[in-house]
């Protein structure tokens, strides 16, 4: 089975929609490509929804380094973004290019992703010209949240929404191969998507993207903390969960488990010969 590329993913601008998910191990990612979705982003999302902090910040290159690596062994055809954690690129052309090289190099990713725009054009510009593909990411940028003034809808009055546009075109300029964008209104991403020559991917960005991402958990109901009001969640699974264990947990307790199917057994002469 071929994995998709860079090229097959752009194809798909103004022909089918992106079917993107996130993913942070094996078993995601195996399960988001049987589903079929066509790009896996390892997410710096798992610093919340792996490993439990109350935003991305603190996640560090090694860890999504190892998130990477897993998500590679558990996919055969999805294109692999590596999302570049918090001052993993900030402080430089080269610092960005060594820890995107990483992604590709150890992790197993195909490309990377970038938050940003206008103001890491260059960086995008330099990791692009070392021959790595980069995802762009404007809007809600959550590494910026703070600075944005938290995690809120962008782009609503007419100089954001300039700005966004602005970023776009930069980040095209740049060399970006798609873009995410994330929580923005509906009609910004309708003239972004029109504008531009390379796909947009949505995340609370209305219809009209070239493709949709969200995150693993939220899809299936998996992350019980918070769930934005632009995820629809297509399963219950934490509940399944909870359920299945408190079912164990109640059939331990009664020595219902384990029983004879779960149980191995000497054979008559041995069991014999220790009784004797």
Not at 28 to 56: C, N
Not at 185 to 194: G, K, V
Not at 203 to 211: E, F, K, L, R, V
Not at 235 to 240: K, S
Request: hydrophobic fraction near 45%; include cysteine.
């Amino acid at each position: 089975m071929a994995r998709l590329t860079v090229p097959d993913i752009q194809a798909k601008k103004g022909q089918e929609p992106i079917v993107a998910l996130t993913a942070y191990d094996f078993i995601s990612a195996r399960l988001a490509e049987e589903a079929g979705v066509e790009m896996l982003l390892v997410g710096d999302s798992a610093a919340m929804v792996i490993l439990g902090y109350e935003d991305t910040l603190p996640i560090t290159m090694e860890e999504m380094v190892v998130f990477a690596r897993a998500v590679a062994r558990g996919s055969e055809r999805a294109l692999i973004v590596g999302d570049m954690p918090f001052m993993s690129y900030q402080t430089g052309p080269q610092e960005a290019i060594r820890n995107a090289g990483r992604f590709l190099k150890e992790g197993g990713c195909q490309a990377v992703k970038i938050e940003g725009g206008e103001e890491v054009a260059e960086i995008v510009a330099a990791v692009v010209r070392a021959g790595i593909p980069v995802l762009g990411h404007i809007g809600l940028t959550p590494q910026r949240a703070s600075a944005l003034g938290g995690y809120r809808v962008q782009g609503r009055d007419l100089e954001s929404a300039r700005k966004l546009l602005r970023d776009a075109e930069s980040l095209v300029e740049a060399g970006v191969f798609a873009l995410i964008l994330e929580c923005v209104p509906a009609e910004i991403a309708r003239l972004i998507t029109e504008r531009i020559p390379i796909p947009t991917i949505g995340i609370g960005a209305g219809p009209h993207t070239d493709g949709q991402i969200l995150v693993f958990h939220d899809v299936v109901g998996l992350w019980p903390r918070f769930r934005p009001r632009f995820v629809r969640t297509y399963g219950e699974i934490a509940q399944e969960i909870v359920r299945a264990i408190r079912t164990y947990a109640e059939d331990t307790r009664a020595r219902r488990f384990p029983g004879p199917e779960e149980s191995f057994r000497l054979s008559e002469e041995v069991l014999k010969a220790l009784e004797v």
